[in-house]
């Protein structure tokens, strides 16, 4: 693991999931893009498969938020008002899912989404078909590696850690929250009470990851 900043640009990472690939026979790759709240994971996941689709390769992003417990659920467990904690995630239907990604069955694999505008996951949203490549998955708790969070590190090849400099991050944060509807004040409350502490577990992890990328 590494314990040092790399700046890389896009094509210097296709360039290392493809030799990744090379190298485990043409075996599915998983690729985990671990990082705080707002450190940039979903565009660089986006960015990443767009040029690995660019270069002939078969690739799909599936996002770890898509296994948020949906709000009834974080309501009956007193849970809401901690929403995107590590305990409000289904990690273990994450592994699941991972592990019958990487078993390459005959049969299309369905993950869910996030639906950022209606703060639900949403089932059966993203389709992996047989012959898919390599998959992007992206999220805060990749490289816990305490419980289900252990598996879900089994199941991935490598884990890169985007890092952000933390001003960048927090204005990323109110912007998103404001966007989806909060008032600027709600949304600077949510990130200081809700997503700091978050980011705090989140950062302890960091070291783990098999590559730094730094998203500014």
Known sequence: MTD????VDHLHLVDRVLALRAATAGRVVIIGIAGEPGAGKSTLAASVVAALTDRGCAAVILPMDGFHLANVALTSLGLAERKGALETFDAAGFAALLARIRAEGPDTVWAPTYDRSVEESIAGAIPVPPGTEVVVSEGNYLLVDEGPWAQVG?????????????????????????????????????VASVDEPNAAVIRATLGRADLDVSTG
């Open 154 to 190: 089994e199941l991935l090849d490598e884990v890169w850690a985007v890092r952000v400099d933390a001003a960048i991050r927090t204005e990323r944060l109110i912007a998103r929250h404001v966007r989806y509807g909060r008032t600027p004040a709600e949304a600077a409350a949510w």
């Open 4 to 7: 040092h900043a790399e700046l």
